[in-house]
């Protein structure tokens, strides 16, 4: 038997299939904006090696409308598509927000997976750059900041004459040209937020965090980050496929 389970996020989606352990076997990327006009689900589970696919598959999702395309794409076949938050969680984690309806499902997966460490923190930088808190096993809440890639976006379109730059770590001194200047302010500007929102934690939960990255930018900001810290890119399918093992 094998499974699929995907994490719908604001820029791509990521759609895996798992064996009957529920580790990886294979992968798919899709920018999530084309999930909108298709569903390349459909071409994946007609594949001859998937053909004992599990009927249910299990999403985390934080963009409703592909959400409900996949849904409706599937709708007369033998597939149940569910939403993670459309289940029971509190039998896997304990979330001590007021209002868990409006945390997104991947924040939720990641804890999720996050939280064998016991106490860990977990920075996933995507279309937000967040920063979520597991302590003694239970999520706590976190920090939402402007995402890097976003960020750069947003002031390259903002302004008549600045220029879309892609980010290079290796930033000795400040800019002698527009482009130096501004890959100056993102690297050292994000390399402050980052590790005072990461002290910041530290010191308000008097803990030592386990500190997980993921995310496009996770590798770029592993080398300027000051703590001990690991890269997992897989860290939400991982949190969503102990969700399907557990409640499925």
């Known amino acids: 038997m094998k499974y699929l389970i995907g994490d719908i996020g604001n820029t791509s989606t990521k759609i895996c299939i798992l064996n009957n352990k529920f580790k990886i076997l294979k992968s798919y990327n899709f ?9 390349p689900i459909k071409i994946i589970v007609k594949k001859k090696n998937y053909k004992d696919l599990n009927s249910v598959f299990l999403f985390s999702s934080v963009v409703p409308k592909v959400f409900s395309n996949i849904k409706k794409s599937l709708k007369f076949s033998k597939y149940k598509i569910l939403e993670l938050k459309s289940l029971n969680l509190n039998k896997i984690i304990k979330i001590n927000i007021k209002n868990k309806k409006l945390l997104g499902s991947d924040r939720i997966a990641n804890a999720i997976s996050a939280k ?6 977990v920075l996933d930088f995507g279309t937000a750059t967040t920063f979520d808190v597991i302590k003694n096993g239970v999520y706590e809440g976190g920090v939402i900041a402007p995402g890097v890639k976003l960020s750069i976006q947003n002031l390259r379109e903002a302004t008549a004459l600045l220029p879309l730059i892609n980010l290079s770590s290796n930033q000795k001194k400040i800019g002698k040209n527009t482009k130096e200047a501004l890959n100056a302010g993102f690297v050292w500007g994000y390399e402050g937020l980052i590790n005072n929102i ?11 965090f386990k500190i997980l990255l993921t995310g496009g930018y996770a590798n770029f900001f592993k080398k300027i980050i000051k703590k001990n810290v690991t890269v997992d890119q897989n860290i939400t399918v991982k949190g969503i496929a102990n969700v399907y093992k557990e409640l499925i």
């Open 31 to 39: 920018e999530s904006i084309k999930m909108l006009k298709g569903n």
């Open 116 to 121: 064998k460490f016991k106490n860990c923190l």
């Open 198 to 208: 990461i002290n910041k934690i530290i010191s308000k939960n008097k803990k030592n």
